[in-house]
């Protein structure tokens, strides 16, 4: 069941926060949409926004300063948590494994395979859900993300190639398998088996013909950008494949939200571009 719990008006849209029962996550799901007030009878295209370690939809919804660059372009966002919820669902201490922190995968080992399916959440059940309370949907969808949720932006559009016209991340994890958040996330999730854990490499997904075009911003002061956010490898694979990525390196910008606002403007006229090209 479908229960609505905020209704916001926001620079002319409205933003709501829904809850409903996840049968592939079994438990209990919230979600953030917002919807533009519409300037014409025109359809509108779906873009979604997955979030980072430690965030669930209130992040991006409070502090990702989008709404009226939604609004101005005629999209409707969707933000969805970042893990399965609840008492019942599997968790861990650290911040960087457990709810919170799904990597937006299938997850293939106890016990985190009981609920950790994010993957089939956001390309099944939820985009069926989301699409049906959008009144004038386009059949159009793209995908962004920070962080965690930039890596699973990137992870999506490459696995899904046919379904997103387009994919932006703020500060991605472009190469899970080779740093240390990714190890210890497939690790735990997908266990040893480094072919599976290749499946959700967006190093490895750039290996096909076409892709959606990708951007990129990166802060030069972030300070998980040396360790966990490195793009050599991401771009050289993507050169290689002849695919054209936009990486733009932005001066003393951190790891913050303060960055996403800044640059968001940009990230959903990119969008905005591709959607448009493909009607
Ligand atoms: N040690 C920190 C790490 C958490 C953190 O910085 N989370 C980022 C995403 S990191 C990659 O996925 C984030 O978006 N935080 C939420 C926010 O509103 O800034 C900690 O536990 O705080």
């Not at 719990?5 to 079994?26: A, I, N």
């Not at 059940?125 to 699409?131: A, F, I, Q, Y």
């Not at 965690?148 to 994890?173: C, D, K, N, T």
């Not at 072919?195 to 972030?222: C, F, N, R």
Request: charge should be negative.
């Amino acid at each position: 069941m479908l229960k609505e719990l905020e209704k916001k008006k926001v620079f002319s849209g409205y933003q709501y926060r829904y809850q409903h029962d996840s049968q592939v996550l079994k438990c209990s799901m919230v979600f953030t949409l917002f919807l533009p007030k519409l300037d014409n009878k025109q359809t509108i295209p779906l873009i979604w926004w997955l979030s980072g370690l430690t965030c669930d939809d209130q992040n991006f919804a409070t502090k990702g300063g989008f709404q009226a660059y939604a609004q101005a372009n005629q999209q409707a966002i969707v933000i969805p948590d970042t893990s399965p919820r609840g008492e019942g669902v599997p968790d861990d201490d650290a911040y960087d494994l457990g709810q919170g922190a799904s990597f937006y995968l299938d997850a293939s080992q106890e016990p985190w395979s009981q609920n950790y399916l994010m993957y089939t959440y956001l390309s099944q059940e939820l985009p069926e859900l989301v699409k049906s309370l959008i009144p004038n949907f386009s059949g159009q969808e793209a995908i962004m993300g920070h962080s965690m949720g930039g890596y699973g932006a990137l992870m999506l559009a490459l696995r899904q190639p046919e379904r997103f016209q387009s994919v932006s991340a703020f500060a991605p994890i472009t190469n899970p398998s080779q740093v240390e958040w990714g190890k210890k996330a497939f690790s735990n999730y997908l266990g040893d088996n480094h072919h599976q854990w290749q499946t959700y490499d967006p190093i490895y997904l750039l290996d096909q013909e076409k892709v959606p075009p990708m951007l990129i911003t990166q802060g030069t002061a972030d300070e998980f950008y040396p360790n966990q956010l490195t793009e050599e490898a991401f771009l050289s694979a993507a050169n290689q494949h002849n695919h054209q990525v936009t990486y733009n390196k932005e001066e003393a910008y951190d790891h913050s939200y303060y960055t996403i606002a800044s640059f968001i403007g940009q990230h959903l006229a990119f969008h905005h571009d591709h959607l448009r090209d493909n009607i």
